[in-house]
T-cell receptor, first 113, second 109 residues
């Protein structure tokens, strides 16, 4: 079954404690992205990757890091989380090219206190 | 002004009604996506359009590239259609997406 898997799904953490949200896809997709969703602001892109070792900033990259060492995995790293990073996070993947379906993970609810 | 505008923001309909959700964008695009988000958060891709019209079951999506406008229609709406519908555009590559803020649809019996 085609899947994008995120972990953890729910997390409450404290300010400054480094955390990683993992994302894995089993469809051999080239493109992967991270988004955050906030009330009234909708979905905003944090970082994206067009292939292994190729990453670029989206619209709201501050406070986040990513890496793409393997095609299937695209972890999102919060080096020093702050309360304004409390949000619902989505990972997504698709095949290369502009005309392909996007597959989303189930979302990760992150609360920073 | 947002690059992607959706209307209406909220919509309540009775079961069986024909529903239209609109999306306007201000940038050149390579594709437009319609997404559905149910309560609980999961997002599912409904359509990807670069021109014309697509139909899947009771859902129809159209796009007018010249007018920079797309519509999502739901025929014979049902309570299970209750969700947030999100328009997103990709310009350049599929990796770079810009989203509308969504239309919250509630279909009542």
């Amino acid at each position: 079954e085609a899947q994008v898997t995120q972990n953890p799904r729910y997390l409450i953490t404290v300010t400054g404690k480094k955390l990683t949200v993992t994302c894995s896809q089993n469809m051999n997709h080239e493109y992967m992205s991270w988004y955050r969703q906030d009330p009234g602001l909708g979905l905003r892109q944090i970082y994206y990757s067009m292939n292994v070792e190729v990453t670029d900033k989206g619209d709201v990259p501050e406070g986040y890091k990513v890496s793409r060492k393997e095609k299937r995995n695209f972890p999102l790293i919060l080096e020093s989380p702050s309360p304004n990073q409390t949000s619902l996070y989505f990972c997504a993947s698709s095949r290369a090219g502009s005309g392909n379906t996007i597959y989303f993970g189930e979302g990760s609810w992150l609360t920073v206190v | 002004k947002n690059e992607v505008e959706q209307s209406p923001q909220n919509l309540t309909a009775q079961e069986g009604e024909f529903i239209t959700i609109n999306c306007s964008y201000s940038v050149g695009i390579s594709a437009l996506h319609w997404l559905q988000q149910h309560p609980g958060g999961g997002i599912v891709s409904l359509f990807m359009l670069s021109s014309g019209k697509k139909k899947h079951g009771r859902l129809i999506a159209t796009i007018n590239i010249q007018e920079k406008h797309s519509s999502l229609h739901i025929t014979a709406s049902h309570p299970r259609d209750s969700a947030v519908y999100i328009c997103a555009v990709s310009s350049g590559t599929a990796s770079k997406l810009t989203f509308g803020t969504g239309t919250r649809l509630q279909v009542t019996l």
